[in-house]
Each structure stands twice: as structure tokens, then as C-alpha cells.
């Protein structure tokens, strides 16, 4: 319900369940697992013999930085979801997408790319991709990055954000960036950004979106006791004394 109607056309959604439902699968919608319904009433009240818990990672990563609640500013997926499923972009809509003109977008995945390309059709003159290593080490596909670039988005690279600055009204009015040099690999082999010192400027925007990863929505974990997750919060493991859950 996020992905954009360019890149993932509703039609081909449709169409896969259909497919679903012509081969017996049951689809129950505005059942929410963890608060209307629990794992374990859907094993021991329901009688289903596995669970697979695929919930997707929709809650948003923040930067924790001053002026995060300016304005203006938006998380990848609220801008995203109000977009493509609600259609926000319409101005007879109850809470409309506030028009922008310049808008600064912190990450580099391929949500990322979708929020950048969005804003772009919601009539942003300048759209600036942000993000704190150089173009080798963009975590997007690289098809992702051409079409952006084909569309006229900007790429911002090897800058960090420190603070988002607002106006007197509390809209967003810029965002201040440190330029990065890459240091040693990470652990993941990546060239570790580091900031340069004395290097501190302001990109003027009136818009900024964040898109910096997700995480699972943390319903499921806290009512199905036993069950084990990874550091992202992702199902690792089976609850204790009970065969294991697919």
C-alpha cells in the first residue's frame, strides 16, 4: 500500500490475488494480529497448525535530531501510504499533502528513491537525495537510481544531517548538513562516513522526508510469548515447548 503506482502497478497486485483466491486462500482483512487476535488464539482457538508471521517492517526509523517534529517533515512511509492509498495528492482530501517546492529526502534505499520520485509528481521543483556516503555505496538498486536521476532528482551526497531549522511558524525552512569524508569499512564492508570538521552548511528546503529504514511493527512480539527476535526485531526462533512455527 506504499509502493507507487509507477513502480508496482495496482493492476499486477490485483491480479496476484485474485490468483490467490482462485486456489482456496482466505483473505481476512482489518484483523489486527497482536491486539484483535493473537498467535496463540489463532493456535489454540482457531486450531491452525502453523503461523507465519510476515507483518512487513512498517514502523519508522528517526534521526533523533533538533527540528524533527517541525512542520513539513515526513517519514518516507506516512508520505508514501497518504499518497498511494489514500490519495492525498487530491485537494478535496480531509488531510491533504501540504504542496512543497523544495524538499530534501535523508536516505538513499529504494523507498527513498520512491519518496523522491513521488515528490517529484507532486509538483517539487527541487527534489535532493541526502545522504551521508558517496554513490558506490548507495543501498539502492541501481536501476532505482537511474530512473530517479531520468526524473530530474538531485543527488546530495556525502552530507549528514545534524538539525532541521524552522521558521518562526514552525514550518521546515532548511536543513543542516555536515560534509562527510569515507573513512575504514564498517562492518558490513562499507566505507565508514566521517564528518568533516568545521564543514557545517544549510540546504534551504521547505519540505524534509525520512527514509532511513524500518522495523517490524512491535504488536506481534509483546503478546506471543517465547518468541525470540533478531536485534532488528525480526521472528528468530520458535516459543519454547511448542513445535516450530513456519
Request: aromatic content about 6%; cysteine-free; proline content about 7%.
Amino acid at each position: 500500500y506504499g509502493i507507487p503506482q509507477f513502480r508496482l502497478p495496482k493492476e499486477i497486485v490485483a491480479a496476484e490475488i485474485d490468483n490467490l483466491k482462485a486456489m482456496g486462500v482466505k483473505i481476512v482483512t482489518d484483523a489486527v494480529i497482536g491486539k484483535a487476535i493473537t498467535i496463540d488464539e489463532l493456535l489454540d482457538d482457531e486450531k491452525f497448525e502453523a503461523v507465519f508471521i510476515g507483518s512487513g517492517a512498517g514502523l519508522p526509523q528517526f534521526l533523533h535530531i533538533p527540528g524533527e517534529n517541525l512542520l513539513g517533515v515526513y517519514s518516507a512511509n506516512e508520505l508514501l501510504t497518504r499518497v498511494n492509498l489514500m490519495k492525498a495528492y487530491r485537494d478535496d482530501y480531509d488531510t491533504p499533502i501540504k504542496r512543497f517546492n523544495r524538499v530534501a529526502v535523508v536516505g538513499a534505499g529504494n523507498v527513498a528513491m520512491d519518496a523522491s520520485r513521488v515528490a517529484k509528481r507532486l509538483g517539487a521543483e527541487h527534489v535532493y537525495i541526502t545522504y551521508r556516503r558517496g554513490r558506490d555505496e548507495l543501498p539502492a538498486r541501481k536501476e532505482e537510481v537511474e530512473h530517479a536521476e531520468a526524473e530530474g532528482i538531485e543527488f546530495n551526497l556525502l552530507n549528514n544531517p545534524v538539525a532541521i531549522i524552522g521558521d518562526e511558524n514552525g514550518h521546515v525552512k532548511g536543513i543542516e548538513l555536515v560534509k562527510q569524508e569515507l573513512g575504514e569499512p564498517d562492518e558490513k564492508g562499507r566505507r565508514r562516513p566521517v564528518p568533516v570538521e568545521g564543514s557545517n552548511w544549510v540546504l534551504d528546503v521547505d519540505t524534509v522526508i525520512i527514509a532511513i529504514g524500518t522495523s517490524p511493527n512491535p504488536l506481534i512480539r509483546p503478546t506471543t510469548k517465547g518468541l525470540t527476535v533478531t536485534t532488528q526485531r525480526r521472528t528468530a526462533a520458535a516459543p519454547r515447548g511448542r513445535p516450530p512455527r513456519a
